[in-house]
């Protein structure tokens, strides 16, 4: 039997209506599948937690959480409680302690779904984002020096290693020959005003692509990408770029795809050595939190993500093909993609769906 112990942290805001959800299509999948079993560690935390305690997890948090084999995360954020305090408390942590170093942000333009983008089809819009995920512009380092006088000096330092820096590179390269539809791989720079990072990214780049002749590359700088984002999103196929870069583009992605409510992401340690995580790109959404309309298909597709990863490929197929199915026949949508239906709604519609795929 293939049992799995799960570390679930629901969040903030619509965080823990979402993976209710996610929840419930795992219960479903493991009922009917005498080989298959989930057990859930739940972890409360997140702003109640800071607001209770100072932290938004405890001292021994990782440490807890290390011992499973997998994360669904919900969202992290609060409208009271500054950004950089909430993240950096919580899921940035969570991403460096387990060397969580390949984040894979898909976007598909889906049956059913209609993308501001005229004139685009089911299937045109069909891209993965591999985004490096510890260091880049998020590592924190840097300071302050004088705060709060007429001489204050604050500094904000870019860290690219060239083990973090390959990683990601390769783990777009790979992914890209393992997809095998355009044979692209769009590396998204700025070398052109960052003339240490990001030259030494597109060094890097051109190094790992030759160990991949039969793969097409191209260079593009972040803010040509994300021109061409909204002007023909369906010329890309697999994209690598740096941690903040990635971030911007993925989103702008996500929206092109027809709604911030269908974008999962995957946050893999490769070695395995640590548990990866899983989560929806959208954030906390404190405008719609307890109010149950919040779309939970970008957190059930980050379940097939994590079924995928932990080496059960048929789940994984069957609540992708449920979440397609369930958008192409349109019973039951949030009001993001024009709908009126509930988050529990939309979850039980991809439970009855997974029964029949």
């Known amino acids: 039997m293939?049992?799995?112990?799960?570390?679930?942290?629901?969040?903030?805001?619509?965080?823990?209506?979402?993976?209710a959800e996610g929840r419930k299509v795992l219960d479903?999948?493991?009922?009917?599948?005498?080989?298959?079993?989930?057990?859930?560690?739940?972890?409360?935390?997140?702003?109640?937690?800071?607001?209770?305690?100072?932290?938004?997890?405890?001292?021994?948090?990782?440490?807890e959480v290390s011992a499973c084999d997998a994360i669904l995360f919900g969202a992290?954020?609060?409208?009271?409680?500054?950004?950089?305090?909430?993240?950096?408390?919580?899921?940035?942590?969570?991403?460096?302690?387990?060397?969580q170093g390949v984040c894979i942000r898909p976007a598909y333009l889906y049956p059913g779904v209609t993308s501001p983008l005229?004139?685009?089809?089911?299937?045109?819009?069909?891209?993965?984002?591999?985004?490096?995920?510890t260091e880049g512009e998020y590592a924190p380092v840097g300071g302050r020096l004088y705060p709060g006088t007429p001489h204050e000096i604050v500094m904000q330092t870019n860290v690219f290693t060239r083990r973090g820096t390959e990683r990601i590179i390769r783990a777009a390269f790979e992914h890209c020959v393992k997809r095998n539809k355009k044979n692209l791989v769009t590396s998204v720079t700025k070398s052109n005003a960052q003339a240490f990072g990001m030259v030494f990214w597109d060094e890097v780049f051109e190094a790992v692509s030759a160990d991949y002749p039969q793969i097409r590359t191209e260079s593009l700088l972040v803010d040509r990408v994300a021109m061409d984002l909204?002007?023909?999103?369906?010329?890309?196929?697999?994209?690598?770029?740096?941690n903040l870069f990635a971030d911007i583009i993925s989103d702008i992605a996500a929206v092109a795809t027809g709604s911030m409510g269908l974008a999962a992401s995957a946050?893999?340690?490769?070695?395995?050595?640590?548990?990866?995580?899983?989560?929806?790109?959208?954030?906390a959404a404190f405008d719609i939190a307890g109010q149950g309309i919040a779309n939970p298909l970008a957190t059930i597709s980050a379940v097939g993500m994590m079924l995928d990863h932990l080496g059960q490929p048929e789940s994984a197929?069957?609540?992708?093909?449920?979440?397609?199915?369930?958008?192409e026949e349109r019973r039951f949508v949030t009001g993001d993609l024009g709908g009126s239906a509930t988050t529990a709604q939309v979850g039980d519609e991809v439970v009855r769906l997974v029964g029949e795929v």
Request: glycine content about 8%; overall charge negative.
């Open 28 to 63: 479903a999948l493991a009922a009917q599948d005498a080989e298959l079993n989930f057990r859930y560690t739940e972890f409360s935390w997140g702003s109640a937690y800071y607001r209770e305690t100072g932290r938004m997890m405890p001292e021994d948090g990782l440490a």
């Open 76 to 99: 992290v954020g609060d409208p009271e409680i500054p950004d950089h305090i909430t993240l950096q408390g919580l899921l940035l942590p969570m991403r460096r302690a387990f060397d």
């Open 317 to 327: 197929r069957r609540v992708e093909a449920a979440v397609m199915r369930s958008l």
């Open 118 to 133: 005229a004139g685009k089809e089911a299937g045109d819009i069909d891209l993965v984002i591999f985004r490096e995920n």
């Open 2 to 19: 293939a049992d799995y112990n799960l570390a679930i942290i629901p969040g903030d805001g619509v965080g823990p209506e979402v993976v």
């Open 267 to 283: 946050n893999i340690n490769p070695e395995g050595i640590f548990p990866s995580m899983f989560e929806s790109v959208h954030g």
């Open 230 to 242: 909204v002007r023909w999103p369906e010329a890309f196929d697999v994209m690598v770029a740096s």
